[in-house]
């Protein structure tokens, strides 16, 4: 079992940045990868970014391949996704999720809450 928390989101301007953290419980952290997701109002949950168990192999959706920075801890059970140049399309609810490394949202097993981003204009 694997309890995710998430944290970071927030009320940002368009341009600016944000770093969210997801915060693991269990002792087989390491053993899941770990993805990023986000819902926008209205909108299907879509692919953000992945990060296998090791940290060696990361993806990116198009949309913030450049912008976006995902990165783990295992010594202290954490995934980070730092945004950069943030846009106002960039508003959503923001999910880690652990389970398999993939782009498919089925994929993983345990979620957590999610946390807001808004960017303004």
């Known amino acids: 079992q694997v309890q995710l928390v998430e944290s970071g989101g927030g009320l940002v301007q368009a341009g600016g940045s944000l770093r969210l953290s997801c915060a693991a419980s269990g002792r087989t952290f390491s053993s899941y990868a770990m993805g990023w997701f986000r819902q926008a109002p209205g909108k299907e949950r879509e692919f953000v970014a992945f990060?296998?168990?090791?940290?060696?192999?990361?993806d990116y959706a198009y949309f913030v391949k450049g912008r976006f920075t995902v990165s783990r801890d295992n010594a202290k059970n954490t995934v980070a996704l730092q945004m950069n140049s943030l846009q106002v399309e960039d508003t959503a609810v923001y999910y880690c999720a652990a389970g398999r490394a993939s782009r498919q949202y089925d994929e993983y097993e345990y979620w957590g809450q999610g946390t807001q981003v808004t960017v303004s204009s």
């Open positions: 990060i296998s168990g090791t940290g060696r192999n990361v």
